[in-house]
């Protein structure tokens, strides 16, 4: 039996998305063993991965790390890998390419070009179609990297709803990394007003923060929902958006999930980047795209909600 590794260190949108290359890469070596290089945020939702048989963590400690890098480097050899499909393709992956991992297959944005083309052109691609040509120039059918199947995610949470809400929920996402501020539409709290004042109580408006959001989702005027006073893991985030009756969102990874679970709802991007680059609308889940994020009105995201 061979190894097959695919590394995708994150973030958690990045890492739902890879969600469908990863099963493609599963079909087409049935019989080898594949295993994941990531985060240490994403260790335990792609444990629970049936196409994952094992999961190895990256601390991504700094490259000056030369004791953790040799000890990296000794783990991954053991397994010998056959092939190595890099579905992260930052300069990080790169260098593990080069003093790391000796693959006598690799598979990156880099071996995907085509003939004089550049990387910098083929990173302007839906990050999809990216994934797929890659895979493809690697010789895997791509069955599943357009049709994610989160499935596998979703658990029983009942417990947990019915503590915070006996109505159907609309789930509200206003946050974002510290390292993307200009993801974040500051007027949740103005929209979240006016779908009570519309809505009355037929609708709870629930908002589920990590561990670093509690405060700010405390100003909001909705139900934060929690799991005995923490944050809900990613596996009973999941969970939760799937029970939901519509979804409200930054460009931040709880919308991918989302569209990847085909709920209805809207996703909020200003010129960071496109909804089209980032592979997220569907038919039920919609972008609002505006050059800058701080003008766009409560009233018009209002009418989307309505609208959908």
Request: with cysteine.
């Amino acid at each position: 039996m061979s190894n097959i590794l695919i590394i995708k260190h994150g973030s958690l949108g990045d890492v739902i998305q890879a969600n469908g290359a990863i099963a493609d890469i599963k079909q087409s070596f049935p019989s080898s063993k594949i295993l994941l290089l990531t985060g240490k945020n994403f260790i335990s939702l792609m444990s629970e991965c049936p196409y994952v048989d094992g999961v190895i963590l990256d601390k991504r400690l700094p490259r000056w790390n030369f004791f953790y890098l040799h000890k990296l480097k000794k783990l991954l050899a053991r397994y010998n890998f056959s092939h190595v499909f890099d579905l992260q393709n930052s300069s990080r992956t790169m260098f593990y390419k080069k003093f790391l991992l000796k693959s006598p297959k690799w598979s990156s944005a880099e071996t995907s070009l085509a003939k004089g083309e550049k990387k910098s052109n083929f990173d302007k691609s839906p990050v999809l179609d990216r994934m797929e040509i890659q895979l493809k120039k690697s010789g895997i059918k791509t069955n599943f990297i357009k049709n994610i199947d989160l499935t596998w995610a979703i658990v029983d949470i009942e417990k947990i709803i019915k503590k915070n809400t006996s109505r159907e929920f609309i789930l509200i996402f206003p946050f974002c990394s510290n390292k993307h501020p200009n993801k974040k539409w500051p007027y949740y709290k103005k929209l979240v007003e006016k779908i009570r004042e519309f809505y009355k109580k037929k609708y709870s408006i629930l908002v589920a923060p990590g561990p670093h959001e509690l405060e700010e989702a405390k100003k909001l005027n909705a139900k934060v929902i929690l799991d005995n006073d923490v944050s809900l893991s990613l596996i009973q985030l999941i969970s939760l958006i799937n029970r939901s009756k519509f979804i409200i969102a930054n460009d931040t990874g709880p919308a991918h999930i989302s569209s990847h679970l085909n709920k209805n709802g809207i996703v909020l991007f200003g010129s960071h980047t496109s909804a089209k680059k980032v592979s997220i609308e569907n038919t039920n889940f919609k972008a609002i795209t505006v050059s800058k994020l701080e003008d766009l009105k409560v009233g018009h995201v209002f009418n989307e909600v309505k609208k959908n």
